[in-house]
């Protein structure tokens, strides 16, 4: 069977010859719309609980806030890292700077040239075997006691002796 098109309230069928035909269709005057959208619509809007609606805007503006600060904090990331790169830069010049001058005062320094000058010009000499004093270390303690602690024996315990105790602290 052929295809059926629809143009103005007129269908026709492709491939056959029968004759177009008008559709008689009963109208029958159907109620506004309008009005029942509106009832509808105070209905739903009636049916809104107003503290849903507050809890709902006070949960997205903390999610607001919270992603303001993870915004900023991300910032402070980012310049950190870029300050941490300009010093690690700035490291490495002062690092290359003191070797190469390092490098310049091995050059220039005779070891040979300050043992004479030592000796000749300031009468400087190599200690003799008796000249070295040879010291032996004491044992390391953690603590050191510098006098013995004893305690009074003739004290007698008394109830205003140990109120002071107590008052002075432990």
Request: proline share 4%; net charge positive; hydrophobic share 40%.
């Amino acid at each position: 069977m052929g295809k059926r098109y629809q143009r103005n309230r007129e269908t026709y069928v492709v491939g056959s010859n029968a004759v177009a035909y008008k559709q008689t269709l009963n109208h029958q005057e159907i109620a506004p719309v309008a009005p029942v959208e509106t009832k509808y619509r105070k209905k739903k809007a009636a049916s809104i609980n107003p503290a849903c609606t507050f809890i709902l805007a006070s949960v997205i503006i903390a999610v607001s806030i919270v992603c303001v600060f993870m915004l900023k904090a991300q910032f402070s990331v980012v310049d950190t890292s870029k300050q941490i790169m300009t010093l690690k830069n700035e490291l490495n010049e002062i690092r290359r700077t003191n070797a190469n001058i390092t490098a310049e005062i091995n050059e220039t320094m005779n070891l040979y040239e300050i043992k004479r000058i030592a000796m000749d010009e300031y009468g400087m000499v190599y200690p003799k075997g008796i000249d070295v004093i040879d010291l032996e270390p004491a044992p390391a303690s953690y603590t050191v006691q510098y006098s013995s602690i004893e305690l009074p024996k003739d004290d007698k315990v008394t109830f205003g002796n140990m109120l002071a105790f107590i008052t002075r602290g432990w």
